[in-house]
């Protein structure tokens, strides 16, 4: 969905550093979710926010942290990129009204590749 | 929190109407079942979502039996480009302090 966007698309890096994966969605949605899917898995979440305030680890937060700068954008940072960490990255958003079920609008993914 | 189950794999064949079944033995009375579609390197797609009965759009039903316990989604004469995972979601309306939890997926291929 155009409307969420991730940067970069695609990541090489080394054991040990630090990298950020970013973003950005014009839905104006409060709810944003940063997931990893591994080969031939499901999603796992890591991180989730309902708003600007409010950051919730999920099924597997350890080696990783986020901020929320923005209602828009929504920041998943390694401090420590690991190789077990290589896998594919989405973020996601969602709207709270309550009106209907949660639907999840996802952004297209980074790729990412620690040697 | 519910726990969802959904065949590995399905094939069918062009023209056909697949049916992908999950199961989700303790969902909660304020939790909606909803379906997505992932194609290779990209992100999930809301295809159709339920809380009870039948829900048909334009492309798929669903079909959510008394007891809520499972869910199944009808994908009607399905296409080549209908080749990918399917997810079921079981997840709460609104409120906090939550995670979702999603299926396994099950990977539906469609063969000429």
């Known amino acids: 969905d155009a409307d969420v966007t991730q940067t970069p698309r695609n990541r090489i890096t080394k054991t040990g550093k630090r990298i950020m994966l970013e973003c950005s969605q014009t839905k104006g949605h409060d709810r944003m979710y940063w997931y990893r899917q591994d080969p031939g898995l499901g999603l796992r979440l890591i991180y989730y926010?309902?708003?600007?305030?409010?950051?919730n680890k999920g099924e597997i937060s350890d080696g990783y942290s986020v901020s929320r700068q923005a209602q828009a954008k929504f920041s998943l940072s390694l401090e420590s990129a690991i190789p077990n960490q290589t896998a594919l990255y989405f973020c996601a958003t969602s709207d709270s009204t309550g009106l209907v079920g949660e639907t999840q609008y996802f952004g297209p993914g980074t790729r990412l590749l620690v040697l | 929190l519910a726990k969802t189950t959904q065949p590995i794999s399905m094939d069918s064949y062009e023209g056909q109407e697949v049916n992908i079944t999950c199961s989700h033995n303790n969902i909660a009375t304020n939790d909606y079942i909803t379906w997505y579609q992932q194609f290779p390197s990209q992100g999930p797609r809301f295809i159709i979502q339920g809380y009870k009965t039948k829900v048909t759009n334009e492309v798929a039903s669903l079909f959510i039996p008394a007891d809520r316990k499972s869910s199944t989604l009808s994908l009607p004469r399905v296409s080549l480009s209908d080749t990918a995972v399917y997810y079921c979601?079981?997840?709460?309306?609104?409120?906090?302090?939550?995670?979702?939890?999603w299926g396994a997926g099950t990977k539906l291929i469609i063969k000429p």
């Open positions: 926010s309902f708003d600007v305030k409010d950051i």
């Open positions: 979601l079981v997840g709460p309306r609104g409120g906090s302090n939550y995670q979702l939890i």
